[in-house]
């Protein structure tokens, strides 16, 4: 991976490694620690911890970060890890990728969620492979759809408990701001 992060106004993305990951679920932080980042308060959440086996088993499969994977979302000012995002792994046949999102509770309602899934948009459609980006919320989370709605996504379906969105390259007008 050419881009070791993503930088945008606020925020660094920073790929997790499998050691990192690991080290985490473990409870061990030395590594970032050592690294100069700091915890946000209540980082790594309840969805952090359970969906860090599925980034590890996605770094699994390719050794190093290359991108397709999760990001560390980290605040520039005080170097403090307030969530994770990314992606489900490498384009399918159709050159789909998947995001996903998570910013802790104290660090909600501020435009970071939006910051971030903006920074990973235009991360992917940087990607030649990337023709589209899909997306899924629960029909309840009305701030997740927020915002998918203010980075163009398009909903595409919905069954009684999510709603699935998609993304086309040639519909990221707003994203490239």
């Not at 050794?63 to 890890?81: A, L, Y």
């Not at 595409?156 to 040639?170: K, N, P, Q």
Request: glycine content about 10%; aromatic content about 8%; some cysteine.
């Amino acid at each position: 991976m050419k881009d070791k992060r993503i930088t945008t106004e606020r925020l660094v993305l920073t790929p997790f490694t499998k050691s990192s990951a690991e080290s985490i679920l473990r409870g061990n932080f030395d590594e970032l620690l050592v690294d100069g980042y700091r915890l946000g308060d209540g980082w790594p959440d309840e969805d952090a911890i359970e969906t860090l086996p599925k980034i590890i088993k996605n770094l699994e499969l390719v050794g190093e970060p290359t991108g397709f994977e999760s990001w560390m979302i980290v605040k520039k000012d005080g170097n403090t890890i307030i969530g994770d995002a990314g992606f489900k792994g490498r384009p399918n046949e159709l050159g789909e990728v998947d995001i996903g999102y998570g910013i802790i509770r104290q660090e909600r309602k501020q435009g970071f969620g939006v910051e971030a899934a903006k920074g990973l948009v235009k991360w992917a459609f940087s990607q030649a492979e990337v023709k589209a980006i899909t997306a899924r919320c629960l029909i309840h989370n009305a701030d997740s759809a927020r915002i998918l709605e203010k980075l163009n996504f398009q909903e595409t379906a919905r069954d009684g408990e999510m709603i699935y969105w998609s993304l086309m390259r040639e519909n990221v007008e707003g994203v490239s701001e």
